[in-house]
């Protein structure tokens, strides 16, 4: 539902023009699915617990720290193995990782809002109400059943992982039963997970609390970790509470850049159309162009380092590069941009992204990247120029910003900043059941 939003544009003792746009409705509670209190607590001591992970040293928040707006503030991330926070993120003498992460680490705002479908930017868990999971997954139904929701769900990969949390080959129980491909069931690595919180009394203690079926003797499986954390998620992260949602309540009307901001966002230059909606994501896929770094998306056996993208999971052709809509939620805090986080100036990326494949040939390399030393070259697509003009193919044509274009949309893009999700609700907790240390 659209409600048709007009304002006036003043400068000085000039006459005010006035622009008209069609704007969503404002968010509401029925967006979101309900959230237990207790649930979420527990969710959070989980979150931030490198117990998850196989070495112990890396926790989901590692890589999604609420310092740098639920990212990690790279380019692409260091994960299991490496240390500290953000650009600080480095690796050591031991357990050096092996690859760096190959795409950016996204955002975690209103990922509890029904809205949001599809997870990952190639969009491989998917709500398919079909399937009697209820998800479609690269996995199969009797893989995946128990968890609550997609947001649920996702974190059963980075957690089998060897480059995000897992660990690698033979360095502990769950990588190597990641490695030999014992995933579910009796021995599997969620199985692994779920006793080592099982076996943390206060852990054991809360989720027989939040969760009856364990308080009455079932075992803790690895989906009622994952449902605890989604359910803190969805509620640390909510974020209706910018300008814009202001304006969306006619509340606050946007004004001066904001508002000639919105009226190119909103009309002639379209953005619109896949930032669509109150949450300004479409949920669909789209090839834009965006530079691919880092080791990308193939197999390790595999020579290239292209991320093609939906065609992964998909398989047809016309999906290549193509990646899904990211909602622009505090996009001003979320840097580095694009799937591979190509680049670390919003208002270049936007000019880029407008230009579409015609903007490869002037990138400007303007990462944020720790040092990791014999690995995949990060710059092996971008370097190859039959690789970049196949982007490009994909992408087709763009359009050109100017300077003062550019500017409004920073001044409307800022209004979508949420100073209570970006705050966070909870917070960091002091210390988590497992005794390991937390990341602060």
């Given at each position: ?57 890396i ?40 690859q ?14 029904h809205a ?36 649920s ?17 033979s ?11 014992r ?5 599997g ?54 300008p ?15 508002a000639v ?15 669509s ?43 290549r590069?193509a ?7 505090n996009?001003?805090q ?7 986080g ?9 000019a ?55 500017e ?33």
């Amino acid at each position: 539902m659209l409600s048709r939003f007009v304002i006036a544009v003043g400068l000085g003792l000039l006459a005010a023009p006035v622009f008209a746009w069609d704007l969503p409705a404002p968010i509401t509670n029925d967006d979101y699915a309900p959230v237990d209190s207790a649930e979420a607590a527990l969710g959070r001591d989980l979150f931030y617990d490198p117990i998850l992970s196989g070495n112990r040293n890396i926790a989901c928040a590692s890589c999604h720290h609420p310092r740098f707006a639920t990212s990690d503030g790279l380019s692409l991330g260091l994960g299991e193995g490496a240390v500290g926070l953000g650009p600080q993120r480095h690796i050591t003498d031991t357990n050096i990782p092996e690859q760096r992460v190959p795409r950016n680490s996204p955002a975690l705002f209103n990922l509890g809002a029904h809205a949001f479908t599809r997870l990952f930017d190639d969009g491989r868990i998917e709500a398919d109400p079909t399937r009697p999971s209820g998800l479609r997954t690269p996995m199969e139904d009797e893989m995946v059943s128990g968890f609550a929701s997609v947001l649920s769900a996702q974190t059963m990969f980075p957690v089998l992982s060897p480059d995000e949390m897992a660990g690698h080959y033979s360095e502990n129980e769950i990588s190597k039963a990641v490695r030999s491909g014992r995933i579910t069931g009796p021995g599997g690595a969620w199985d692994k997970i779920a006793a080592r919180v099982a076996g943390v009394p206060d852990y054991a203690n809360r989720f027989g609390l939040v969760y009856p079926e364990i308080a009455a003797g079932r075992a803790l499986d690895f989906t009622d970790i994952s449902n605890a954390i989604a359910a803190f998620v969805a509620y640390e992260w909510r974020s209706d509470q910018s300008p814009f949602d202001a304006a969306l309540r006619h509340e606050t009307p946007l004004a001066g850049q904001a508002a000639v901001g919105a009226q190119m966002f909103y009309g002639d230059l379209g953005c619109a159309r896949c930032h669509s909606g109150p949450f300004l994501s479409d949920q669909a896929f789209h090839a834009m162009g965006a530079p691919q770094i880092g080791p990308g998306k193939a197999e390790r056996f595999e020579s290239h380092s292209l991320d093609e993208g939906r065609m992964r999971v998909t398989g047809r052709h016309e999906d290549r590069f193509a990646f899904r809509t990211p909602s622009l939620r505090n996009v001003l805090q979320t840097g580095p941009w694009g799937h591979a986080g190509a680049h670390d100036d919003l208002r270049v990326f936007l000019a880029d992204h407008a230009a579409r494949g015609a903007a490869l040939a002037g990138y400007q390399r303007a990462v944020i990247l720790p040092v990791l030393p014999n690995t995949k070259p990060d710059w092996a697509v971008m370097e190859d120029p039959t690789q970049v003009a196949d982007i490009a193919a994909a992408a087709g044509k763009g359009i050109t910003l100017t300077p003062p274009q550019i500017e409004a949309l920073m001044a409307f893009l800022a209004t979508l900043s949420d100073p209570v999700a970006l705050q966070g609700r909870m917070g960091i907790p002091a210390t988590v059941p497992s005794g390991l240390p937390v990341d602060r």
